[in-house]
């Protein structure tokens, strides 16, 4: 199948304590297979809800989210727990490494109780080196750097090859300059490996340098620097 990702009419909506807030409006986006695309906007612009609309994290109150031909909208949670494993990576704001365990393991941890045609050590041994820690392997977090930890988890979120990685304020707890190594290296993971990635951000000076950028403002999509919405 192909892998581009066609978001119609994206709608989410939360209740409670009998007021309904509008998170997304209407959303309607294509993202092309392999491209790089950054998301901006204040905090309650609906980034970070879209994000995880498209990752399949969270059901929309409305609309669907097709990758290629596949409509997601009747998958049970299953079905949704095995595409995001075959098709998409994330990475978060936070480091979400489990403190116990070394740089290695945690790279090989969304693999623990997935049958793989690949030796998992050796492949997380690779995107270590990759990531620039092949010195770190047998590490634990609490030893590394902030930079470092989030190295860990672009490596963890490319495990098993994902089309997509999607980059939650992915530089948000980094300085400026730690910031700019992790956004340089997934451009070019991206470049090298082919996968799209969608990266959301408040940072301007990075977000320019994406082949494409979204802007959103409560809850819609107010500009698009790339390829039109539908």
Known sequence: MTHTI????LHKEFKGDGVNTIALNQVNLEFKEGEFVSIVGSSGSGKSTFLSLVGTLDKPSGGTVHYGKLDLKGFNSKELADFRFENIGFVFQQYHLLPTLTALENVMAPLLSRKVSYDKKER???LLEEV?????????PSQLSGGQQQRVAVA???IH???????????????TETGEMIFDLLLRLNKEKGCG???????????VRADRMIEMKDGSVIRDTGVSGL
């Open 161 to 175: 090859e994902p089309h997509w990685l999607l980059a939650d304020e992915p530089t948000g707890n980094l300085d």
């Open 132 to 140: 620039g820690l092949g010195d770190k392997m047998n590490s634990l």
């Open 6 to 9: 066609k978001c119609i009419r």
């Open 124 to 126: 997380a041994k690779q």
């Open 197 to 207: 990635v969608i990266f959301v951000t408040h940072e301007s000076a990075l977000a």
């Open 156 to 158: 963890r979120a490319l």
